[in-house]
């Protein structure tokens, strides 16, 4: 089979897959990113400030990015720690602007709980992953 064998081919299918979905993701954390600064900088040089409807668009969008950057898989345990932080940076993003404003809670209700847990979570989660890299 000209120098390959079976366990080769899975291996090199494997880490395509991994590379792909990985870039998916990345594609997907810069275009939220990106809605996310167009539409805040449109609505703040035509109003000078946001209307509380306008803050749910933006608080999905954390949430969607920290949930991307959570199932990317990194091979790499510092790039793999690194992914787990920037998921628990945007969570607390999203708990702490509800924390200080009430409404927004109510725009999450779905959304909030699951950040509060993670929140709660990825400190231990990144400690092990710490530790293990050590």
């Known amino acids: ?3 390959l064998n079976l366990l080769s081919v899975s291996t090199m299918h494997v880490d395509w897959l991994v590379w792909a979905q990985n870039r998916y993701f990345m594609h997907q954390v ?3 990113m990106h809605s996310v600064h167009d ?3 449109i609505r703040l040089t035509t109003c000078l400030m946001l209307l509380v409807g306008d803050e749910r668009p933006t608080l999905v969008a954390w949430f969607c990015i920290a949930r991307l950057y959570y199932k990317m898989v990194k091979p790499d345990q510092h ?3 690194d992914c ?3 998921t628990l940076l945007y969570y607390n993003k999203v708990v ?3 924390d200080k404003h009430s409404t927004y809670g109510e725009l999450m209700t779905a959304e909030l709980p699951v950040c509060k ?3 709660k979570l990825l400190p231990m989660k990144i400690s092990k992953m710490m530790a293990r890299v050590e």
């Open 39 to 41: 539409y805040v900088c």
């Open 96 to 98: 702490e602007a509800c």
């Open 1 to 3: 089979m000209h120098g």
């Open 117 to 119: 847990e993670m929140v």
């Open 79 to 81: 790039e793999a720690i």
């Open 30 to 32: 810069t275009l939220i």
């Open 84 to 86: 787990m932080r920037k």
